[in-house]
């Protein structure tokens, strides 16, 4: 018997799954086989490929993914006729956030390609790094400034905002931590005085740009993971309370900070209806507007200069407006999907004895689920206002191309999770 292998009998379709670790196609399933003269063939269908990823997960971040842009594009059309923004194009907006969607989408297949053993090993370099551009941003010509915070590198494509890579930086580096001081967990100078210590700088150079919506995420992902990796629960609730006391004394500290709390207690009142609870207070409009199923989309009224930021932080006001409570519920749904499947692929790993890997996915979960929260419940009306975008969604370049490399390294933990369930090895 002779057989000769031949990568032209793959469908192109068998090739791109080979790519994303779906289980080889042999040749002998694809040739005919000639046995004594006699040729004979497969005839009977080909047995479903299990494929090396979460194609659900995949499918969900895809749709929120589309929604942004269609959102974005409905939030910011009205923006040139503001003079504020110059002689710009009606889809300028929608243009930029695409090509940042693209170079995510670049990011993503790189970071997906990394196996996780890889991450772990660099993980304290990724958080040098980032601490060294959080650094770098407040250096005079070197950050950019908008809006009086100095959050951002300009790298002439695109702004990036360093705080957005802390973020995955943190998740990876207190993960590797985590398993590092396994053995020791339970003592609180070895194990989590240091993460804290590690914390507590980065929030440092957050507060300096100002962005406290980055450190209250950062903050809370790590405390987190130091929970789920296993940290004694009263060292766990002495932690909570201490961010709790530290982020009451910068609201008490800052004038600007607690006219936000007033604001927030009272945005129709004369003296914050057009300051500090000026945005709240549209948002609000907006979401009243739409009530059951909106107004349709591209009819919201708010989105017309009178809802500063709407493409950004606000974006969740405008679906509110035009696809009304059916919109949102259908947006919380999907967001409290994702973030419990995700969590759920960490759990997987831990089961597997990946302990690194599952922190990881979890941490991820907790970053994407908590920054959601926030933001739904800032444009709601239930939370303060604070400058976080909706994840996916919110036009931002940086926080797209993060958002979707934190994803594609969720997605390489579900495919070495299936290798390892497949009796192969990662």
Same mark, same amino acid.
């Given at each position: 018997m002779t057989a000769v292998a031949s990568e032209e009998r793959l469908t192109p379709w068998q090739r791109i799954s080979g790519w994303f670790g779906a289980i080889p196609v042999k040749a002998s399933d694809v040739l005919p086989v000639r046995i004594g003269g006699t040729e004979y063939r497969?005839?009977?269908?080909?047995?479903?490929?299990?494929?090396?990823?979460?194609?659900?997960?995949? $499918?969900?971040?895809?749709?929120?993914?589309?929604?942004?842009?269609?959102?974005?594009?409905?939030?910011s059309?009205?923006?040139?006729?503001?003079?504020?923004?110059?002689n710009i194009e009606h889809y300028h907006f929608v243009k930029r956030h695409v090509m940042s969607l693209c170079m995510g989408f670049v990011g993503a297949f790189i970071a997906f390609k990394i196996p996780m053993n890889t991450w772990e090993r660099y993980a304290p370099w990724l958080f040098v790094v980032s601490i060294l551009l959080l650094v770098a941003v407040l250096i005079p010509h070197v950050g950019t400034v908008v809006n009086g915070a100095r959050r951002w590198l300009s790298l002439g494509i695109m702004n990036f905002q360093p705080s957005e890579l802390a973020k995955l930086a943190v998740v990876i580096y207190a993960s590797d931590y985590m398993v590092r001081k396994m053995e020791v967990k339970e003592r609180f100078f070895r194990a989590v005085l240091p993460m804290a210590i590690a914390v507590a700088v980065v929030g440092a150079l957050l507060l300096a740009e100002p962005d406290m919506g980055a450190f209250m995420v950062i903050a809370v992902v790590a405390m987190g993971i130091?929970?789920?990796?296993?940290?004694?629960?009263?060292?766990?609730?002495?932690?909570?309370?201490?961010?709790?006391?530290?982020?009451?004394?910068?609201?008490?500290?800052?004038? $600007?900070?607690?006219?936000?709390?007033?604001?927030?207690?009272?945005?129709?009142?004369?003296?914050?209806?057009?300051?500090?609870?000026?945005?709240?207070?549209?948002?609000?409009?907006?979401?009243?507007?739409?009530?059951?199923?909106?107004?349709?989309?591209?009819?919201?009224?708010?989105?017309l200069h $009178?809802?500063?930021?709407?493409?950004?932080?606000?974006?969740?006001?405008?679906?509110?407006?035009?696809?009304?409570?059916?919109g949102v519920m259908i947006l919380i749904v999907a967001f409290l999907w994702l973030t419990r499947r995700i969590m759920h692929i960490g759990r997987q790993a831990i089961a597997l004895d990946r302990v690194f890997s599952g922190l990881v996915a979890q941490g991820i979960a907790m970053w994407i689920g908590f920054q959601s929260f926030i933001n739904m419940g800032v444009n709601l009306g239930a939370l303060p206002t604070k400058g976080l975008t909706l994840p996916l969604m919110s036009f931002g370049g940086s926080a797209a191309l993060m958002n979707l490399v934190a994803l594609a390294v969720v997605l390489r933990v579900d495919y070495e999770n299936k290798v390892l369930m497949r009796g192969g090895r990662v």
């Open positions: 497969q005839t009977t269908a080909t047995p479903a490929r299990m494929v090396g990823f979460d194609q659900a997960l995949l $499918w969900v971040v895809i749709a929120l993914l589309a929604w942004g842009v269609v959102m974005v594009y409905s939030a059309i009205a923006m040139p006729d503001n003079p504020r923004f110059g130091l929970f789920l990796g296993g940290v004694n629960a009263r060292m766990f609730f002495l932690i909570a309370a201490v961010l709790l006391l530290a982020f009451a004394c910068m609201v008490w500290f800052s004038e $600007w900070r607690r006219e936000r709390i007033f604001a927030y207690l009272d945005p129709w009142s004369e003296k914050h209806a057009l300051g500090k609870g000026y945005q709240l207070s549209h948002a609000l409009i907006a979401i009243g507007r739409g009530e059951i199923f909106g107004v349709g989309l591209g009819g919201s009224v708010e989105k $009178w809802l500063p930021e709407a493409h950004t932080d606000f974006l969740l006001s405008v679906i509110g407006e035009e696809f009304g409570l059916v």
